[in-house]
């Protein structure tokens, strides 16, 4: 029994390190921070990988004051490690609407980092005026 001893111990740890959250195990809930000052807070993601949250532009071109404007996005399934997601935001000040796709990552250093592109679609009158929108 003495022998078995170590290989229970070793299967038991390896069988039970699964269920515990691995170091580079990114999650997206949660607030963050542009290098622009912008600010975004995810709520909870649910188990079908929607979630909503809140962002504050830092910039903006619009003459209104900025305001604090609605997301809706999904997290990609099943849950990856650095998982991929998308989101639109719903601006409250302007006439225009941004949609962003991305990647949760952990750096070198263990800190959590979205790396996005986004693109923003402004509103315009008429076909003539489209190629100013986007």
Not at 70 to 86: A, E, I, K, M, N
Not at 111 to 130: I, N, Q, Y
């Amino acid at each position: 029994m003495v022998q078995a001893t170590p290989l229970l111990l070793v299967l038991f740890l390896a069988l039970g390190a699964h269920g515990l959250p691995p170091m580079w195990m990114c999650k997206l809930t949660g607030q963050w921070q542009n290098d622009l000052g912008s600010n975004m807070t995810i709520d909870e993601v649910k188990e079908n990988g929607d979630f909503t949250g809140k962002y504050f532009t830092a910039v903006s071109d619009s003459p209104e004051e900025i305001k604090e404007s609605p997301l809706v996005g999904s997290q990609r399934l099943p849950y990856w490690s650095q998982p991929t997601f998308g989101f639109t935001v719903h601006w409250n000040f302007t006439n225009s609407i941004t949609v962003f796709t991305g990647q949760c990552f952990v750096d070198d250093n263990g800190e959590e980092v979205l790396k996005t592109m986004w693109l923003l679609r402004s509103h315009v009158r008429s076909p003539r005026d489209d190629w100013k929108a986007t």
